[in-house]
């Protein structure tokens, strides 16, 4: 089975712009989650998906948004780029849900906003 | 609310001596822990997951987690530590039920000396 892909793998943006990332959990897979890792403070978790529906959304400013398709591929979206944004977002697939299951990471979105 | 705390950003060992990494949780009720791993440049990998069926948990590249409910702990071993091993592990919680979300700690860097 393939694994969770991200694309693309890396992305300079500037303040102000937007940027829309895209993740692929592995097949068979209902349950995309979002996380953004910085040095300073680790994962912080952004949102979880399920079947299309935003189930668990994390302390993060609404210029952070995503969705979630048919397939179960998700896109996240930020809105109005700020420096504090730059930071290794990882997407994160599971069979049913996070709750006490193990969940497969992608390799991340590098994003650097100058 | 739950959290996790993981004690010591940076721990070094020397090839071959033991590793412990710490990590301390806090929940009210009975939790899901997790350890991963995360090498340069890769999203994380679960290492192993406590999820109440024993106390003492083996999990993959030799590591081990025991869970010990009255000291809130769950602190990863291995006997021998080898060089392959340096990475970043992350201890996380959560609960049983799709809907729970996971918390991360902030991470420990192992580094292993020839």
């Known amino acids: 089975k393939a694994g969770v892909t991200q694309t693309p793998r890396y992305l300079i943006k500037t303040r102000g712009q937007q940027v829309t990332l895209s993740c692929s959990p592995i097949?068979?897979?209902?349950?995309v989650s979002w996380y953004q890792q910085t040095p300073g403070q680790g994962l912080q978790f952004l949102f979880e998906?399920?079947?299309?529906?935003?189930?668990n959304k994390g302390n993060f400013p609404g210029r952070f948004s995503g969705r979630q398709f048919s397939n179960s591929r998700s896109e996240m979206n930020v809105s109005t780029l700020e420096l504090g944004d730059s930071a290794l977002y990882l997407c994160?697939?599971?069979?049913?849900?996070?709750?006490?299951?193990?969940?497969?990471f992608g390799p991340g979105t590098r994003l650097t906003v100058l | 609310a739950q959290s996790v705390t993981q004690l010591g950003s940076h721990v070094s060992v020397s090839e071959g001596a033991l590793v412990l990494l710490r990590c301390n949780y806090s929940s009210s009720v009975p939790p899901y822990l997790f350890w991963y791993v995360q090498y340069p440049n890769q999203g994380l990998q679960l290492l192993l997951k406590y999820t109440s069926a024993a106390t003492l948990v083996k999990g993959i590249n030799g590591f081990e987690a025991e869970f010990k409910k009255s000291e809130t702990s769950f602190h990863l071993t291995k006997p021998s530590a080898h060089m392959s091993d340096a990475a970043e592990y992350f201890c996380a919680v959560s609960f049983s039920g799709g809907y729970q979300k996971v918390t991360f700690g902030t991470g420990t860097k192992l580094q292993v000396i020839p």
């Open positions: 998906y399920f079947s299309e529906t935003q189930r």
């Open positions: 097949s068979g897979h209902r349950s």
């Open positions: 994160a697939s599971s069979l049913e849900g996070t709750g006490g299951n193990e969940q497969f």
